[in-house]
């Protein structure tokens, strides 16, 4: 696996070898989050999905978000890896690991990742169902998936942590 | 200018890149050219990238730059 922090790939991701990018001796917490494919939305099935990619511009967006999260949380390192193609039930599609000195920057700036991964990083979900496929994010999902899609307002700022 | 499509749009489009011969030319102008020769195209909600940057809509575009047209994404 590449060893740049922030990497878009094929493969199956391994979260160990996107956390080990953020190890240091100065931390003394890492947070992990695994987001996988889930096959039940409100009480819809999913058989699979598939991501397709900006490929530079996603990385270069991740890289973006990485400098947000040092500016609203010093001393923390972020490592984001996305799977694109097509994921099965359960498999692991995003991986985000932040480490810190202390646990609550990690916290909070891991979630404040996947926020940002879902508002300005140019990937797409397609799901492919019992009854057909569709692109997520469209504005009949938008509806359909109102926590798919976090308004600006969900994010925490600076002077309210 | 080259112009990339991405999910339904590619679709829509049955091609997920094409060159116009256009520009300069604003966000905003760009948009309405390309509801008048794509008509089917589902532009709503499609935010522009020039050259992998977001662009406001009174940004000008130029002849040789890279135009991504961007359904709202849904990664993670």
């Known amino acids: 696996m590449s060893n740049s922090l922030f990497v878009i790939t094929d493969q199956p991701i391994v979260p160990e070898e996107v956390s080990d990018k953020v190890k240091r001796r100065e931390a003394g917490a890492i ?13 819809k099935r999913t058989l699979y999905l598939e991501y397709e990619v900006y490929p530079t511009m996603a990385v270069a967006q991740l890289e ?32 985000i690991a932040v480490s810190s000195p202390h646990r609550k920057a990690a ?8 926020e940002r991964i879902k508002q300005i990083v140019p990937i797409w979900k397609k799901e492919h169902g019992e009854d057909g496929s569709e692109w997520i994010g469209d504005q009949l999902n938008q509806q359909a998936y109102p926590e798919g899609r976090p308004m600006a307002l969900d994010i925490p700022k600076e002077d309210e942590r | 200018m080259k112009i990339l ?33 794509y008509p089917a195209l589902l532009l709503d909600h499609v935010m522009i990238a020039v050259n992998e940057q977001f662009v406001e809509q009174t940004h000008v575009i130029e002849p040789n730059d890279t135009v991504a047209l961007l359904p709202p994404v849904s990664g993670g």
């Open chain 1, 31 to 43: 947070t992990l989050f695994l987001g996988t494919v889930r096959e039940l939305t409100y009480g």
């Open chain 1, 64 to 95: 973006r978000i990485g400098r947000e999260v040092r500016e609203r949380w010093a001393d923390t390192v972020v490592a984001v890896t996305h799977r694109v193609g097509r994921l099965e039930i359960s498999d692991i599609a995003v991986v």
């Open chain 1, 107 to 114: 916290y909070e700036a891991n979630e404040y990742v996947i």
């Open chain 2, 5 to 37: 499509c991405f999910a339904h749009l590619s679709e829509q489009l049955g091609a997920s890149s094409m060159e116009l011969e256009l520009g300069p030319i604003s966000v905003a102008d760009f948009m309405a050219e390309l509801k008048n020769r």
